[in-house]
């Protein structure tokens, strides 16, 4: 069972920027579709974007499209999400998830495994 975890969160100030990791306990990349998503405080948890197996292309929510980043880097096992001006809307908990599903699929949540999250703070 692929277990994930993700760090950098913390409390920001809006126009901040922040890189998200996500380690998995093994490789993935070549395996499944990774995801980051976001459940802001009193709403539903809500998909900021997927990495396709291989890292071959993402899909980014259009509420961040121009501001945040998905990549990884050469291990398979570590992804990244780079957010940049911040936003207070922004806050919330991210998590990172790998599933079976494709793409697009993975933006609806169909995912397979999920980690625990990381908080991020967004002050006006």
């Known amino acids: 069972q692929v277990q994930l975890v993700e760090s950098g969160g913390g409390l920001v100030q809006a126009g901040a920027s922040v890189r998200l990791t996500c380690t998995a306990s093994e490789p993935t990349f070549s395996h499944y579709t990774m995801a980051w998503f976001r459940q802001a405080p009193g709403k539903e948890r809500e998909a900021v974007g997927t990495l396709s197996k291989f890292g071959a292309y993402t899909i980014l929510a259009d509420s961040v499209k121009g501001r945040f980043t998905i990549s990884s880097d050469n291990t398979e096992n570590t992804m990244y999400l780079e957010m940049t001006r911040l936003q207070p809307d922004d806050t919330g908990v991210y998590y990172c998830?790998?599933?079976?599903?494709?793409?697009?699929?993975?933006?609806?949540?169909?995912?397979?495994?999920w980690g625990k999250g990381t908080l991020v703070t967004v002050s006006s």
């Open positions: 998830a790998a599933g079976v599903s494709g793409p697009r699929q993975a933006m609806n949540g169909a995912m397979d495994y």
